[in-house]
């Protein structure tokens, strides 16, 4: 059974940092690509972040470039999403997310989600 569970969210001041983690089980996630998305009360889903699996590489959404970055753990099978900078706006809950679509940054495109974790940033 495919697990993917959050964790490290939080209350923090804007200008703090958080990191999130996605731990993942059930499944071997190498050919897989990971996505973090964010959804805040009253607005659609919006991808934040993507790595891909087996190569590391990954990328931001401009909404969050220059302040947050991706990356995984292979040896403990979670992903990392490290955010800098915070701002009020970012408050949301950040879910991570598995797809076999490369680089895709549409949450139809994802087979599997964790429960997500609360972010919230005070001003």
């Known amino acids: 059974q495919v697990q993917l569970v959050e964790s490290g969210g939080g209350l923090v001041q804007a200008g703090g940092s958080l990191r999130l983690s996605c731990a993942a089980s059930g499944r071997t996630f190498s050919s897989y690509y990971m996505g973090w998305f964010r959804q805040a009360p009253g607005k659609e889903r919006e991808f934040v972040a993507g790595i891909a699996w087996s190569s590391g590489v990954g990328y931001g959404a401009d909404s969050v470039k220059g302040r947050f970055t991706i990356s995984r753990d292979n040896a403990k099978n979670t992903v990392y999403l490290h955010m800098n900078s915070l701002k009020p706006e970012d408050t949301a809950v950040y879910c991570c997310?598995?797809?076999?679509?490369?680089?895709?940054?549409?949450?139809?495109?994802?087979?599997?989600w964790g429960q997500g974790t609360q972010v919230t940033v005070s001003s």
């Open positions: 997310a598995a797809t076999h679509f490369f680089s895709s940054t549409r949450y139809a495109d994802y087979t599997y």
